[in-house]
């Protein structure tokens, strides 16, 4: 019998009991916990992970991990385009939730969505925009050095 060594790897100590429901927000603060002690997370990182949780929480509801469905994360993307968020925003709340659910699947045994089902919005991919010789040499020439 092959035993997994990852920090996600199932272990049955770590599962949470089949009846009992854990509402999202009781269970970020262990998995900010793990995410900074076995993933080896910055504190700014588990900073803006909080952040971006208690983001999907306020739009989404907070209910048990196992009842979240793909069509809320697409209604949670739809809010968060109408309110104006940047896509950097709202990349980093579907990635934080992802995160959350692969810790919820992985590491608490749960039945929960699995987390590729999560997909962050397509990224605009920008023009890149080159300076002409003409304007090089306008910018170069207002630089004063002394």
Do not use: W
Request: glycine share 4%; proline share 4%; net charge positive.
């Amino acid at each position: 019998m092959k035993t997994e060594k990852n920090a996600v790897g199932k272990s049955a100590s770590y599962c949470i009991s089949q009846n009992a429901q854990k509402n999202m927000s009781s269970l970020v603060p262990e998995f900010l916990e793990y995410a900074r002690y076995e993933l080896n997370f910055s504190p700014q990182t588990i900073r803006k992970y909080e952040q971006n949780l208690k983001y999907f929480i306020r739009d989404i509801g907070d209910k048990p991990v196992e009842e979240y469905a793909v069509q809320e994360f697409v209604h949670l993307k739809k809010i968060m385009m109408e309110r104006g968020n940047c896509g950097t925003t709202i990349h980093g709340v579907v990635y934080a939730v992802r995160s959350f659910m692969s810790y919820c699947k992985n590491f608490l045994c749960l039945n929960v969505l699995e987390p590729t089902q999560i997909r962050p919005p397509k990224r605009v991919k920008r023009e890149v925009i080159f300076l002409t010789k003409e304007e090089i040499e306008a910018f170069i020439s207002t630089i004063n050095v002394k």
